[in-house]
């Protein structure tokens, strides 16, 4: 959301711009803008709202070209106050995040329930640290990784990920061997690299299909796992207890909430950092210390 047309230009001044109506400077306008926009906004596109000779024109932009691009959540905090922005993001069931270009945000809770603090966030930030701790100087990647993972499991209905040691294989993880190894594994920061040194139409076009076949292993039943050097090793992974975890475990809670208390007791024996993701959006993560 922009109090003028020079925000939009300054945060997408090359990006793809496409109008779709002008309302009346009005609350009501919301109502309008988003049945138009919404079903548009995915894939790269979000909807601008400029206040613009008296009126609110929208549409939709490219808020990201591809994967390599810097998105504009992360560019507009370059604009300060002289340009003000407000940007409206989901961060999870009837909860909404406004936040503007001095880095400052707000949490609103559309329930009863007093809002706090996305944990989405911050929950993504320190698994990423752990799926990316065996490489060296990978802030890019782990900025793009970051903002990946965030956009896959905001449409997930729920998951798991774990991060093993590069030092741990298939043949020393136990009842691990049971999901689907895929060989080659899913070499995420390669691709990045790749794409990132070469900027070839092939390389970006590589590292676009893999970010598909993660959100299809996303999606999938079970734990994915990645290694600690941001690779997909494993998917379609289920674990059972050990006789000795099982006075551990509560039997409260849904299957994919038990299987997280299970990694959980896991940390520091196989896993180094474990995920959760509900149905309903609520994120969990802890990170072997």
């Known amino acids: 959301m922009f109090t003028s047309p020079d925000g939009l230009k300054a945060l997408a001044p090359s990006s793809d711009q496409m109008t779709l109506g002008k ?12 049945k138009n926009c919404a079903p548009l906004a995915k894939d790269g596109w979000a909807i601008f709202v400029v206040k613009e000779n008296g009126q609110l024109r929208y ?10 691009a810097t998105v504009a959540v992360e560019s507009m905090c370059d604009l300060g106050k002289d340009l003000p922005v407000i940007l409206v993001r989901n961060r999870g069931h009837l909860t909404v995040e406004l936040r503007n270009t001095n880095g400052e945000f707000f949490t609103v809770s559309l329930t009863t329930t007093p809002a706090k603090g996305s944990t989405l966030e911050k929950h993504v930030s320190s698994f990423v640290e ?15 990784f970051h903002r990946l993972l965030t956009e896959i499991l905001q449409r997930c209905h729920g998951t798991l990920l774990a991060v093993i040691p590069c030092s741990l294989d298939k043949e020393n993880l136990g009842s691990l061997q049971d999901g689907v190894w895929p060989e080659p594994p899913l070499k995420l920061h390669n691709l990045y690299t790749e794409a990132m040194s070469t900027n070839t139409a092939e390389a970006v076009a590589n590292l676009h299909a ?3 076949l993660l959100t299809g292993m996303i999606n999938s039943d079970g734990v994915v796992v990645f290694n600690s050097k941001g690779a997909v090793v494993a998917f379609h992974v289920f674990l059972q207890p050990q006789e000795k975890e099982r006075n551990s475990l509560s039997d409260e809670g849904g299957g994919r909430r038990r299987t997280y208390e299970l990694m959980k007791l896991r940390l520091k024996a196989g896993f180094a950092a474990v995920f959760f993701r509900s149905h309903d959006g609520d994120t969990k993560c802890e990170v072997s210390q």
């Open 130 to 144: 752990a799926a990316t701790a065996s490489l060296e100087n990978a802030e890019r990647f782990k900025q793009y």
């Open 23 to 34: 309302e009346d400077l009005d609350a009501e306008a919301v109502v309008t803008i988003l």
């Open 59 to 68: 549409g939709v932009f490219r808020s990201i070209r591809h994967s390599l």
């Open 210 to 212: 893999a970010e598909i």
